[in-house]
């Protein structure tokens, strides 16, 4: 695969991390939008401070990434946020907006801001970072799972708008991922036990192996896949 001028929203750590390195390795130009600092593991990437619920900077993160390389090939638009876990009755109004402007509203900002420069070249990738908890109700996780069944919808309704531009939108789904929004309660080994008997494969998934699938699902060999979320959640669906 020739080398791709990648961008990627919440690269300091997990998921984006992980694609970060990935994406290195592959030789690609990675830029990476976070709010965070730039890890000492990721040298050789453009990192773009940027807060993916601000215009402002999204667009000007935009118009860096266009200076510089002419514009992006693929979106992994991956930034997140979750809060501790609580019921519909217990979620404050504030913790419901600051998850739904992360979640939901900082990826629509980022992809509307970099689909633009896609639009006018005619091609594209954009994967968003949804979560099998857009696909299931779980109680205890009203404005996270609110905010990327969103996310799910917004992906499609990307897909069948910038299809026709050649651009290709896809959203991928992963069940519970080794990362530091699930390090707390995975020292609590009765939470570990009860959710990995649930999960058909008997283990959580690790950034890297969700990495991989999502440049695979923005290659050549996925360019049918579109308007849709793949669910990698070690099979938690099925045995619900």
Same mark, same amino acid.
């Given at each position: ?9 919440? @690269? ?5 991390? &992980? ?9 690609? $130009?990675?830029? @990476?939008?976070?709010? /965070? ?11 773009? %401070? ?21 514009? /992006? ?36 900002? *980022? ?7 896609? &639009? ?6 954009? *994967? ?20 990327? /069944? ?9 897909? @069948?708008?910038?299809? +026709? ?12 991922? %080794? ?6 309660? $995975? ?11 649930? #999960? ?6 690790? +950034? /890297?192996? #969700? @990495? %991989?699938?999502?440049?695979? =699902? ?11 979320? *793949?669910? =990698? ?8």
């Amino acid at each position: 695969m020739s080398p791709r001028r990648v961008v990627i929203t919440g @690269a300091a750590g997990g998921i984006g991390a &992980a694609l970060a390195a990935s994406s290195l390795r592959r030789g690609d $130009s990675v830029f @990476a939008l976070d709010i /965070a600092a730039r890890p000492k593991a990721l040298a050789g990437i453009e990192w773009i %401070e940027c807060d993916v619920t601000d215009e402002r900077q999204v667009a000007d993160a935009a118009a860096r990434v266009d200076a510089i390389a002419g514009g /992006a090939d693929v979106l992994f638009n991956n930034a997140g946020t979750r809060f501790p876990a609580s019921g519909f009755l217990d979620t404050a109004p504030a913790q419901w907006r600051a998850t739904l402007e992360t979640n939901a509203t900082g990826p629509f900002l *980022v992809a509307q801001a970099f689909a633009r420069g896609m &639009a006018a070249a005619g091609r594209g990738v954009i *994967v968003n970072t949804v979560s099998q908890l857009a696909e299931a109700v779980v109680p205890g996780h009203t404005a996270y799972a609110a905010s990327k /069944a969103a996310l799910k919808h917004l992906t499609a309704y990307a897909a @069948a708008e910038l299809g +026709p531009l050649g651009i290709r939108v896809i959203g991928v789904a992963p069940g519970i991922v %080794e990362t530091a929004m699930t390090q707390e309660l $995975s020292t609590d080994p009765e939470w570990v036990r009860a959710r990995t008997q649930r #999960i058909p494969l008997g283990r959580f998934a690790s +950034p /890297a192996e #969700i @990495a %991989e699938s999502m440049h695979e =699902l923005a290659s050549e060999s996925f360019a049918y896949a579109h308007g849709t979320t *793949v669910v =990698l959640d070690g099979g938690y669906l099925t045995s619900r």
